[in-house]
């Protein structure tokens, strides 16, 4: 069975820093390209920040230089360290990880976990 389970999530204060984990069981990680979401409330899901299964990254404009994505193949797990918080980053954040299979792209996602930033 195919799980993703985000963590570290909550509220933090504008300026400040969280670290999200994603938590892979089930498929070969180390195979996957991992993806950061995020879906703030009446607005669509957008990608924040993607790393290739070997290790190659990208990110959207609005967080590039505050937002960086890694993964240990060892642990199974993704991150996205977010720094210097901002209240337009309050949104669900979703991890998805994605590969091509015989019958082409597959995808599996997180359950979410809510980022909320404020003071």
């Known amino acids: 069975q195919v799980q993703l389970v985000e963590s570290g999530g909550g509220l933090v204060q504008p300026g400040e820093s969280q670290k999200l984990s994603c938590a892979a069981s089930?498929?070969?990680?180390?195979?996957?390209?991992m993806d950061w979401y995020r879906q703030a409330p009446g607005k669509e899901r957008e990608l924040v920040a993607a790393?290739?299964?070997?290790?190659?990254?990208n990110y959207a404009d609005s967080v590039k230089g505050r937002f960086t994505i890694s993964r240990d193949n060892a642990k199974n797990t993704a991150y996205l360290q977010m720094n210097s918080l901002k209240p337009e980053d309050t949104a669900v954040y979703y991890c998805n990880a994605h590969a091509l299979g015989v019958y082409g792209r597959v995808d599996r996602w997180g359950q979410g976990t809510q980022v909320t930033v404020s003071s």
């Open positions: 089930g498929i070969i990680f180390r195979n996957y390209a």
């Open positions: 790393i290739s299964a070997g290790g190659s990254t």
